[in-house]
DNA sequence: TATTTCGTGCAACAAATGTTTCATGGCCGA
DNA sequence: TCGGCCATGAAACATTTGTTGCACGAAATA
């Protein structure tokens, strides 16, 4: 039987908890209870919100091991760093060549990419369809690989919104479009890395323009980000394969078209309904029947 | 003009960023790109790693509103705090009012997607993406929201095999092409409830051609996937909202691309970096600049 | 061109931080 | 009961922190 991990700075804590003096333990639980603000806070501060001793902070570091409090601190920092870059299941890296191994990447994928959903921040996305309800007319614009989730997003808007919603650049040049944002109007960019010269275009032109600017990123520092009213983030790179992932991207753009329908009530209701009468009507589809 | 949301520090600094003096434009990025380290070092530390001098920070927090680099990190440690991301998990589908409505939406939005990935049988991926990789051509058709699927398969394998893949109806109308397949050329047809009638010929057209025909939909009883030698099935209707999800035919289509890919082994991947140089020439994207 | 404004780095400053020392008080073993 | 031990809190310590005043230089203004 092995150590029970010695990796945590916590579990560290938490075996050594049990064999300190009384003050320690009261100290060491606290600690061990809010990480988050050992992390952030100060010493003092904690000490005072714990109805201990500042000393008692360094002598809890040094009891379980530290040299101090500053290294114990440095240590639940690593730990809680959120950019632990996803050890994906490990294989699928230098796997051989076998009949399992593309089902085997298959299955990594989608796992991964499954694992990517859960951590889109759903609160800015609620946000900007709020923007997207309000603004007069939406453009949108996504490159190369991002033109699919462009067009998805388009494509949906468009079924309850269809007169204020427009891709950037279909109907002529994109420059036409740029100089026809407006204040009160929505701009939606998605892209990722690496960046497309046209997308930061669209972004600016966005911004200066005075529009509501919505990014749809890989990355806070994305330059199609900057100056962004909403930025709604995902991960592109967390699954494996030869290129990064939109599962993250057309999931946000579904949600976001979700929302803003949903805040558009019952008059986006009756619109959904008449775009839909009007394609079957046109027999677009087969009929349901079997 | 209405206040964008003051709801994130980071949103007001993405904001911000653009009017400010190029220095603090330096520092403002490094910290939307470092939160993290923001809100756990000290200002020197991100000082000597940013290259920039400490006083840069405060004079940004300034410029940004608050009433110096304390009351700056104070903001980014709230938003950060990880206790948000649980009231939610309960969730409760009656809520009707209250802003927190469309936030609830959207994560379970989210969580029923990420829930439906793992589901994806990965078996006739494989074997699919083998069949994409033995076919002399291949053609891609998608409709109304599953254009966007077709699109993004369409770009990521002309990424590798340029000449050989094609999307339907982009050189005319559809029945032109209907007429091209051969055997040994492969179709991969996109659809779910309501299927297009142009879904639908496409299939058929693909099937009587004596071509491989790969369907991608939500059903095996939907009719592109009748005579289909791989049908990739994907839950459309797994997730809340006005419309059917696309996401699981999105990691489809990747994970296709990805095998198909892997596959080609080395002459693609010496393709796929030829495209890259190529499109880095025509500086179509933006330099990573340092 | 002369003048002002503004952005920027440097260095000194006061406040706050983590640490250490010291005095106190309770506990157990002689 | 006495003497050593250890846990504990308060205060003094050296460092480090965030801040601010100042000087220099570039860009804008007249």
């Given at each position: ?58 002598r809890l570091a040094k009891a379980i091991g530290y040299s101090g409090w500053d290294e114990l601190r440095a ?216």
């Open positions: 039987m092995a150590e029970p991990a010695k990796s945590s700075p916590l579990s560290e804590l938490r075996i050594a908890l049990p064999s300190l003096p009384m003050r320690l333990q009261e100290v060491g639980r606290f600690v061990a209870a809010n990480d988050y603000d050992a992390t952030t806070r100060s010493m003092r501060d904690l000490a005072a919100e714990a109805g201990a001793d500042p000393a008692a902070f360094t240590a639940l920092t690593e730990a809680r760093r959120p950019s632990q870059t996803s050890p994906f299941s490990g294989r699928a890296r230098g796997r051989r060549p076998g009949p399992n191994a593309d089902v085997a990447l298959v299955t990594d994928k989608l796992e991964a990419e499954a694992a990517g959903l859960p951590r889109i921040p759903a609160q800015p996305i609620a946000e900007a369809a709020r923007s997207l309800h309000e603004a007069k007319r939406i453009w949108i614009a996504g490159y190369r690989s991002c033109r699919s989730v462009a067009e998805l997003l388009n494509y949906e808007l468009r079924l309850f919104r269809p007169e204020q919603v427009q891709l950037v650049g279909v109907s002529g040049p994109d420059d036409l479009d740029l100089g026809a944002f407006r204040p009160g109007e929505a701009v939606i960019v998605i892209g990722f890395l690496p960046y497309t010269h046209a997308s930061v275009r669209v972004a600016q032109a966005a911004h200066h323009s005075g529009a509501t600017l919505i990014a749809i990123a890989d990355s806070l520092s994305a330059p199609m980000a900057e100056g962004a009213d909403h930025v709604l983030l995902f991960e592109a790179a967390s699954s494996p394969g030869f290129f990064p992932s939109l599962t993250g991207a057309i999931a946000i753009a579904q949600s976001l078209a979700a929302v803003t329908f949903s805040l558009g009530g019952m008059a986006a209701k009756k619109r959904l309904e008449h775009t839909e009468t009007r394609l079957t009507a046109a027999s677009i589809y087969v009929s349901e029947k079997g």
